[in-house]
């Protein structure tokens, strides 16, 4: 995906307000986020484009910004003694930065085989612990997520956008959160050019590799080298510094952002109102991006509202 662009803020009164002013635009079947048929697109191989991620690029430095990324958006939630499932878990980075902040129990399943293969081999990195399971299941399979369970955490950043079924996914993740739990989910937002990314993650997924290639090199050059040009040491710098970003890797998110089909997204005010209202959560903290917002919402037996604060910081 792009390189981020945050801006961070709380369900706070002003908040609040601007989601109940926007969800009065109309029934939310007219909100609903831009979908197009994948009948005739090849979906996007995103576990080898995370294998290849790990392969090349994985280092405890990125593994700490995951971390500290994480805990950050769960603060003041201390995920130490927490049970968490990743839901679509991908490179299994997000799952190790679980890991390692002391969740008691971990389960971490995604759809794409290759995504289970590198989870996996994360979980070789802290000698295959008993109490951190890898699955390969889908967030569609009803059957399968009846199997696995509540949660204390259900974390699913940017992946239910791509099950070709967003809004069901969503619904299906929701229903392995325990009553006091908090979801953690990130989905892409409207955008004025969302007509315009998806037909081209369609070309893209319908081409071949030269295709690709140039397709990569024409977004890079549009988005990092040209707007920089008369500064070129911003273009390393840029590259450089964006592991800060959850410890991503440029390149790995260009091919994810270009590629990544199934693609579906929704304006804020829509998650905010299918959160509250169908699936009976609180908005408890909402971050912006470029491409994707991430929202935190808590179960209805809720968390002690006192522990988040009010207004930006």
Request: net charge positive.
């Amino acid at each position: 995906m792009p390189p981020p662009k945050f801006g961070r803020f709380f369900a706070n009164k002003r908040l609040r307000k601007l989601l109940t002013i926007r969800a009065t635009l109309g029934p939310l079947d007219s909100l609903m986020s831009n979908v197009a048929s994948a009948v005739d697109t090849p979906n996007f191989e995103f576990g080898k484009n995370w294998q290849s991620f790990l392969a090349k690029c994985y280092s405890p430095e990125r593994l700490e910004v995951s971390k500290r990324c994480l805990a950050a958006f769960l603060d003041p939630i201390d995920l130490h003694g927490k049970t968490f499932i990743d839901v679509g878990c991908g490179s299994g980075l997000s799952s190790l930065a679980a890991y390692d902040l002391g969740v008691r129990e971990l389960v971490s399943f995604d759809l794409d085989p290759h995504s289970v293969d590198a989870t996996l081999s994360l979980r070789k990195l802290r000698d295959d612990p008993a109490h951190w399971t890898v699955l390969r299941g889908s967030a569609l399979d009803e059957a399968f997520l009846k199997s696995l369970g509540q949660w204390d955490i259900v974390y699913s950043w940017g992946v239910l956008h791509h099950t070709g079924q967003m809004w069901n996914a969503v619904r299906n993740a929701r229903t392995l959160l325990k009553p006091d739990g908090l979801f953690f989910i990130a989905l892409y937002t409207t955008s004025p050019l969302s007509e315009y990314w998806i037909r081209t993650k369609k070309a893209y997924n319908r081409g071949g590799s030269l295709r690709k290639r140039l397709m990569e090199a024409r977004y890079v050059w549009r988005q990092l080298v040209a707007p920089n040009l008369a500064m070129p040491w911003r273009i390393a710098s840029a590259v450089k510094d964006y592991k800060k970003s959850r410890g991503m890797e440029f390149m790995t998110d260009v091919r994810d952002w270009l590629g990544g089909w199934p693609y579906e997204d929704a304006r804020i005010e829509e998650v905010w109102r299918f959160g509250v209202r169908d699936l009976g959560l609180t908005l408890v903290n909402l971050k912006t991006g470029e491409a994707c917002t991430e929202y935190l919402f808590a179960g209805p037996a809720g968390t002690d509202r006192s522990r988040f604060s009010a207004g930006e910081r």
